[in-house]
Nanobody, 116 residues
Framework: QVQLVESGGGLVQPGGSLRLSCAASGSIFRIYTMGWYRQAPGNQRDLVATITSGGSTNYADSVKGRFTISRDNAKNTVYLQMNSLKPEDTAVYYC??????????WGQGTQVTVSS
């Protein structure tokens, strides 16, 4: 099994920054795509950003130019640097990893609140 532990969420004012981290551990043979998703109350869970094992990235249009996804393969960790945060970025952020036999694993979620 693969376990994911997220950290870095919190309360920030509009225009501020946060950095989320997600560390994978357990029986890991290979990690493919790593990514971040978010879910606001009453909404579906939406993609924020993904990064492949080769470093190719993909972003939701709403976060392009403000968020940056990166990964440290030696640490099995994915990061999300969030700048110029807006109130509409408020959501629970979930880490997702595709690993081993292309199984999908989710973190427990971390709350991000953007408010003055």
């Amino acid at each position: 099994q693969v376990q994911l532990v997220e950290s870095g969420g919190g309360l920030v004012q509009p225009g501020g920054s946060l950095r989320l981290s997600c560390a994978a551990s357990g029986s890991i043979f290979r990690i493919y795509t790593m990514g971040w998703y978010r879910q606001a109350p009453g909404n579906q869970r939406d993609l924020v950003a993904t990064i492949t094992s080769g470093g190719s990235t993909n972003y939701a249009d709403s976060v392009k130019g403000r968020f940056t996804i990166s990964r440290d393969n030696a640490k099995n960790t994915v990061y999300l640097q969030m700048n110029s945060l807006k109130p509409e970025d408020t959501a629970v952020y979930y880490c997702k990893v595709v690993a081993n036999s292309y199984g999908s694993y989710w973190g427990q979620g971390t709350q991000v609140t953007v408010s003055s």
